[in-house]
């Protein structure tokens, strides 16, 4: 299954570079991400740390990021929890289940992202009363 | 009979984005065997030394994440009592009737306060595990498929209401704290390793601010080397692997954690040690969570407390 990606720019073409650079703008960092895998595949095996890591699989919504620029294109499935008909016609999606297509420019913007940036180690927030 | 009562979990219900793909995942690199389908469009597996007819079931959804879990219970009486005891303690239950889920007897179902369906039955068809009842090999072919794990084992689930559901657990349904992990104030609990029986764990719960989220399911695997052995596996099959393979210092097990197609974390899990009730529960710090989690590397993995479906 492939799907378009419609992040303010022109219609597709099957046509991709094999590698591409992709920008994360939250930290201006780059990275040189093959075509042929996806996004957050890329930037894993470069230890490139501005998109959050999760379950690599469309499930858990960790490495959701904007797509201000580029073009790419959709190859698995995304839970609907996480990503509405609007975000996609956004450029909103997972970066595990998209492939770049031409360079990109890209904004994390997962709820992982702040849990990062506020991590000392083992901070949790804890909710609830005390235990009985 | 000196277990009775609930006597362990018996089957999760997991919803995937792509059945086929999920299925071959489950079936074909985790090893489990394919029992059923039925008129829902649910795909019913059991880990290769189950007896009973599924311990796991798919179902094609648009979001992932976990229907329910439910828990067998050694007789027909103890189902009647239970779903008693459960009403007496104000929790609201259904009867789901026999045959909606296949080969498997009524079940008592509730929704647990974090938010999560549980389910009670007492009866399911033994199917058998492929070897004899009278003079039987230790093992088979299917005990080498895969990664071929044992058993469905236990879940961690998450949610708000801890504390209600803990409650629910142990002073209702007869479930014991083995282990316990306190956050900085040494009395909010974080997260609880509950028994109904000598294991570690069959249920783990975690506090989190989203209700009826998954953690991980969890499958037995007879060794450590068994566990590395699913790490290769998992790496031939380009499975997304989370942490591991390595020990986890809560409940001693050895471990990896990974996703499957979908996004949904299992576990492939051996070790711990015989828990009984009268044991005191052992308590973790939230300081001491990255030996907790990961006894070898003793650093925190953030998607420990981050990623769930």
């Known amino acids: 299954m492939e799907m378009a990606g419609e992040a303010n720019i022109q219609p597709q073409t099957a046509e991709a570079p094999a590698f591409v650079t992709v920008t994360i703008l939250n930290s201006g960092e780059t990275c040189r991400c093959r075509t042929d895998e996806s996004l957050i595949e890329g930037l894993r095996r470069m230890g490139k740390r501005g998109v959050p890591i999760g379950c690599r699989n469309g499930g858990c919504s960790v490495c959701r990021i904007e797509i201000v620029s580029g073009r790419y294109a959709a190859h698995r ?56 | 009979m000196a277990l009775t009562g609930v006597l362990r979990p018996g089957h999760a219900q997991l919803r995937v984005l792509d059945l086929e793909a999920d299925v071959k995942l489950y079936r074909d690199v985790l090893g489990l065997e394919e029992t059923g389908r039925d008129s829902f469009g649910r795909v019913y597996l059991k880990a290769w030394d189950e007896r009973d007819h599924h311990s796991l079931l798919l179902r094609q959804a648009d979001q992932a994440g976990i229907d329910l879990m439910g828990f067998k219970v050694d007789s027909i009486a103890s189902l009647d009592r239970l ?17 909606e889920m296949l080969n498997t007897g009524d079940r008592v179902r509730f929704v647990s306060p974090m938010g999560h369906t549980i389910e009670l039955y007492a009866e399911k068809k033994d199917v058998g595990n492929g070897l004899s009842y009278e003079n039987p090999p230790p093992w088979n072919a299917a005990a080498e498929r895969g990664i071929a794990p044992a058993r469905l084992d236990h879940a961690l689930l998450g949610g708000v ?15 014991f704290p083995v282990e316990i992990l306190y956050a900085e104030d040494g009395k909010t609990v974080v997260a609880i ?25 969890s499958f037995w695997l007879d060794s450590w080397e068994r566990v590395l052995r699913a790490g290769d596996i998992m790496s031939m099959n380009n499975v997304s692997v989370d942490i591991g393979p390595t020990r986890h210092g809560i409940t001693r097990g050895a471990t990896i954690y990974a996703f499957d197609r979908s996004g949904n974390r299992f576990e492939t ?12 529960p052992i308590v973790w710090s939230i300081d001491h969570l990255p030996e907790g989690l990961d006894y070898v590397q003793r650093k925190l993995h953030q998607s420990f407390l981050t990623v769930f479906s």
Do not use: Q
């Open chain 1, 77 to 132: 499935k995304m839970s609907r929890e996480y990503v509405s008909d609007e975000d996609l016609a956004a450029g909103r999606v997972l970066a595990c289940c998209v492939k770049p297509l031409s360079a990109l420019a890209i904004l994390a913007i997962g709820k992982m992202g702040k849990a990062l940036a506020a991590s000392a180690a083992g901070e949790v927030k804890a909710t609830g009363a005390e235990r009985p």
């Open chain 2, 161 to 175: 209401d801890l504390d209600g559901t803990i409650d629910i657990f142990t002073k209702v349904l007869g479930f």
């Open chain 2, 269 to 280: 899990f051996s070790g711990g040690y015989g828990a009984y009730p009268d044991m005191k």
């Open chain 2, 193 to 217: 390793w509950l028994s109904c029986s000598c294991k570690t764990h069959d249920l783990a719960l975690i506090r989190l601010p989203e209700n009826g989220k998954l953690h991980h399911v």
């Open chain 2, 83 to 99: 779903e008693a005891d459960l009403n007496a303690f104000g929790v609201k239950t259904e009867r789901v009737p026999a045959g």
